[in-house]
């Protein structure tokens, strides 16, 4: 069974920047599709950003496009979010998710993932 466990979560101002971890155990990291999602108080789960099992190709929702970096360090089983220039509206619960295979249509969709993480909070004040 794998397990996901994030980190780095906090509160930051407007602008600034955070670097969030997730570390997987129990499964084969290297043949994950890697995503973060994020859900905002009184909002769906939206998907961030996902990071194909090669991570060679890495794609991206609209809104974070630009200012945040996914990556993977194989050796740690890690994999990173690096979120710079961050807004009031980035504000939420971050969660890590894994999928067993990459679904080229549907990778924005919660029901891609196979497991995810307890969440990290993430709040930017203006």
């Known amino acids: 069974q794998v397990q996901l466990v994030e980190s780095g979560g906090g509160l930051v101002q407007a602008g600034g920047s955070l670097r969030l971890s997730c570390a997987a155990s129990?499964?084969?990291?290297?043949?994950?599709?890697m995503g973060w999602f994020r859900q905002a108080p009184g909002k769906e789960r939206e998907f961030v950003v996902v990071s194909t099992w090669s991570g060679g190709s890495a794609y991206y929702a609209d809104s974070v496009k630009g200012r945040f970096t996914i990556s993977r360090d194989a050796a740690k089983n890690t994999v990173y979010l690096q979120m710079n220039s961050l807004k009031p509206e980035d504000t939420a619960v971050y969660y890590c998710?894994?999928?067993?295979?990459?679904?080229?249509?549907?990778?924005?969709?919660?029901?891609?993932?196979?497991?995810w993480g307890q969440g990290t909070q993430v709040t930017v004040s203006s």
């Open positions: 129990g499964g084969t990291f290297s043949s994950y599709t």
């Open positions: 998710a894994a999928g067993n295979r990459f679904y080229s249509y549907t990778y924005s969709s919660r029901r891609s993932y196979d497991y």
